[in-house]
């Protein structure tokens, strides 16, 4: 995608990371890949009659739906996307218009949660990390694409009784007053944070809590971060993406034996990028949780 004022104003519009991504990917891969636009700027692209541009938006929506057969939520991606890059440019779409030829929502695949004995079977397999990431998704209910922004300043200690038993409080999408919410993970979740904290102090990471105030030093170290060089003891707090975080557990789910590494041939090559292919498994490694 060419650099100009009117891409600036498309990305910089957005406030979210992931709706960046998302939005660009998707404005690109349906509605820039288009033989009609392929040599256009997008200035020239801003430049056309409002109503041909219309006519491209729903001929793509019809070829999204009935020739890709693209899932209503990979649709509504692609007209949100493409709305806000003409609104923001100052092009004025008839979206009633436009809204009225996706479709309604259909689920093509319904995703059950993960069992107790599922979860065990994951944990006996991830190392330290993986068990937090896996605990805190299904023990707080978190998407995974929050583990990434959470840091140590995010955790707060909360004893629940007389035994020693405590949890930690933690602050999700921090960063954002629309998103912000406060959760609690379990008893057993805690303990694995802290074992996954003394894992990486053993290997020269300085991680501190002050035992009065319960505030960390330092405070804005990601929680999860990238692996680290065991043999050189040397750590990289540098936060692990979600999309990582996602690979980890199905290859773990896999090793686990509770996924079927699916390989492709030449029968199933054409049906290797359909919704239903790409999830036919019953469990979303982390949605499930």
């Known amino acids: 995608m060419e650099f100009s004022s009117s891409l600036l104003n498309f990305v910089n519009s957005l406030s979210a990371k992931y709706t960046k991504r998302n939005y660009t990917h998707s404005f690109s891969k349906y509605y820039l ?25 729903i001929e793509t929506i019809i070829y999204m739906k009935d020739t890709l ?42 995703f059950r949660s993960y069992s107790i004995e599922e979860i065990s079977n994951l944990l006996s397999v991830c190392d330290e990390r993986g068990k937090v990431a896996v605990l805190l998704m299904a023990s707080t209910g978190m998407r995974v694409g929050a583990l990434p922004d959470i840091k140590l300043k995010h955790l707060k200690r909360v004893n629940v009784d007389n035994q020693g038993t405590y949890v930690y409080q933690i602050t999700v999408y921090a960063n954002s ?64 993406q979600s999309d990582s975080i996602t690979k980890y557990i199905v290859f773990k789910l896999e090793e686990s034996g509770l996924r079927k590494r699916q390989h492709i041939t030449e029968t199933n090559k054409e049906a290797r990028n359909s919704k239903v292919a790409k999830f036919k498994n019953e469990l979303h490694p982390c949605h499930s949780l």
């Open 33 to 57: 890949s288009r033989p009609e636009n392929q040599r256009l700027s997008l200035d020239e692209i801003l430049q056309k009659n409002v109503k041909i541009i219309e006519a491209e938006i």
């Open 69 to 110: 057969d693209l899932s209503f939520s990979t649709i509504n991606t692609f007209t949100a996307s493409v709305f806000h890059f003409f609104e923001i440019n100052d092009v004025i779409l008839n979206k009633r218009k436009i809204n009225k030829f996706k479709g309604e929502y259909v689920t093509k695949f319904e």
């Open 177 to 240: 007053p629309k998103d912000k919410y406060t959760t609690f993970c379990t008893p057993e979740c805690a303990k694995i944070i802290d074992n996954y904290f003394e894992l990486r102090k053993r290997y020269g990471e300085n991680i501190k809590q002050d035992v009065k105030t319960g505030n960390w030093l330092p405070p804005e170290i990601p929680l999860l971060i990238k692996t680290f060089n065991k043999e050189k003891c040397q750590i990289r707090p540098i936060k692990i």
